[in-house]
């Protein structure tokens, strides 16, 4: 006699099948690069009517003006990062590079991308060999311990609105026709731009392994 399934063990059945084939859809939806749509939206860039190298030197002192430190800077290039650290063994890195690319006489388009690392503390001991007759050698530890920064995730930047605030900061700084002769008020050169929302998500985000061999920031 050909056995049967019982109703409550054919419903858990049929649930399996369709978590499994929910969760497979879901990996190929939820990877990174499937929302990459290359919309034309000016998220990311903007167009002055100026030459690349003042529209370069605007955005390194909007950069300058906010407490990053500005690595690399010349006529069509900016490279800045500003350090914050929201936990007391949490340190995250945001780096911002400018391109200024000409765009005809007197033209430029200014692109600008911000990466975000995120750093944990790793602690180690540091342990010494010690060799003892008939045994051989024995890893003892010996007291102290190092700590170091390990990377242990990069992402770049999807904040619109600190993409937004960044070009209406280097706006203060472009000598426009109509604001050549006008410098930033007190206030507006002692009010600091929060940090993009990224930055508050990757602190959020939990079990987060960490890797043996990450690069610690320099």
Known sequence: MRPTLSLPRLSAVAFAVI??????RNTREDAPFMGESFDSDETYSRTYELPPAQVCSSARLALLGQGYAVGKSSDDAVEATKNFQPEDEVHTQLSVRVSC???????????????LDRYVLRKSSNSA???????????????????????VASST??????YRR????????VPTPSTRDRKPSADEMR????PPADLQRSVETDGVDVPSD?????
């Open 214 to 218: 990450g690069a610690a920031p320099r």
């Open 191 to 194: 009010r600091e731009d929060p």
């Open 157 to 162: 930047v999807q904040d619109t609105g600190f």
């Open 101 to 115: 690319v000409p765009r005809g006489n007197e033209r430029t388009l200014l692109f600008v991308s911000a990466l």
């Open 166 to 173: 960044f070009f209406e900061r280097v706006g203060y700084y």
């Open 19 to 24: 978590v499994l084939a929910g969760c497979g």
């Open 129 to 151: 060999s010690v060799g003892v007759g008939g045994i051989g050698s024995l890893s003892l530890p010996v007291g102290s311990r190092e700590d170091s920064l390990v990377r």
